[in-house]
């Protein structure tokens, strides 16, 4: 049914007609889907919000701070991959944008930016300066999220490893491998 609804927003109704948007309730239809379906549902609620909203970031946030409790983080998820596509994969402005939005919070926020970073050229380059740059306190979920992305990119251990080597400092790379599930010994060691 979820994934029915959010292939319908498209066009603003689900199969049966009805409109998955409400002009008075940004959090429609998240505030009326199953549990199971509200975590997926709140990451996806931003880009209604930000079509609703003539693309107002801050309001958005906003909005995002207004959803249940356990849904929020996915919601400044879901604006960290919308602001990355609004600004057109500027890592300054994205990271600056992010920021506006509550401190607590702002950690998910960096970490869709980096998906989206990521996903959009299947490289990490980006999305390691767009770590490097973020408030220390983000810093390790932003590099854990590079790590978590890094199995999809390459088969092998080697170039596995070399993308987390582009974190530079040994913390942030030390990280990367762990969310890459890379063990720390060399391949030459374990033999």
């Given at each position: 049914m979820f994934a029915q609804s959010q292939h319908g927003r498209q066009g603003g109704t689900d199969?049966?007609?009805?409109s998955l948007i409400k002009e008075d309730d940004l959090h429609y239809p998240c505030n009326s889907v199953e549990?199971?379906?509200?975590?997926?549902?709140?990451?996806?609620?931003?880009?209604?919000?930000?079509l609703q909203n003539g693309r107002?970031?801050?309001?958005?946030?906003?909005?995002?701070?207004?959803?249940?409790?356990?849904?929020?983080?996915?919601?400044?998820r879901g604006m960290g991959r919308d602001i990355s596509g609004l600004t057109r994969g500027d890592i300054d402005e994205s990271r600056d944008q992010c920021a506006s939005g509550t401190d607590s919070y702002e950690a998910?926020?960096?970490?869709?930016?980096?998906?989206?970073?990521?996903?959009?050229?299947?490289?990490?380059?980006e999305a390691v300066d767009f770590c490097a740059d973020v408030p220390?306190?983000?810093?390790?979920?932003?590099?854990?999220?590079?790590?978590?992305?890094?199995?999809?990119?390459?088969?092998d251990t080697a170039s596995r490893n070399e993308e987390c080597e582009k974190a530079k400092e040994e913390e942030w790379v030390t990280i990367c491998r762990r969310s890459a599930n890379l063990d720390s010994?060399?391949?030459?060691?374990?033999?």
């Amino acid at each position: 049914m979820f994934a029915q609804s959010q292939h319908g927003r498209q066009g603003g109704t689900d199969q049966g007609g009805t409109s998955l948007i409400k002009e008075d309730d940004l959090h429609y239809p998240c505030n009326s889907v199953e549990d199971k379906y509200k975590q997926q549902c709140y990451f996806l609620q931003p880009a209604t919000i930000l079509l609703q909203n003539g693309r107002d970031v801050d309001g958005a946030f906003e909005e995002c701070d207004k959803a249940p409790k356990p849904y929020v983080a996915a919601c400044y998820r879901g604006m960290g991959r919308d602001i990355s596509g609004l600004t057109r994969g500027d890592i300054d402005e994205s990271r600056d944008q992010c920021a506006s939005g509550t401190d607590s919070y702002e950690a998910w926020c960096f970490e869709g930016v980096v998906a989206l970073l990521i996903s959009h050229n299947w490289r990490t380059d980006e999305a390691v300066d767009f770590c490097a740059d973020v408030p220390t306190g983000a810093k390790g979920r932003c590099v854990e999220t590079i790590g978590e992305m890094v199995p999809g990119l390459h088969d092998d251990t080697a170039s596995r490893n070399e993308e987390c080597e582009k974190a530079k400092e040994e913390e942030w790379v030390t990280i990367c491998r762990r969310s890459a599930n890379l063990d720390s010994r060399s391949e030459d060691e374990m033999l």
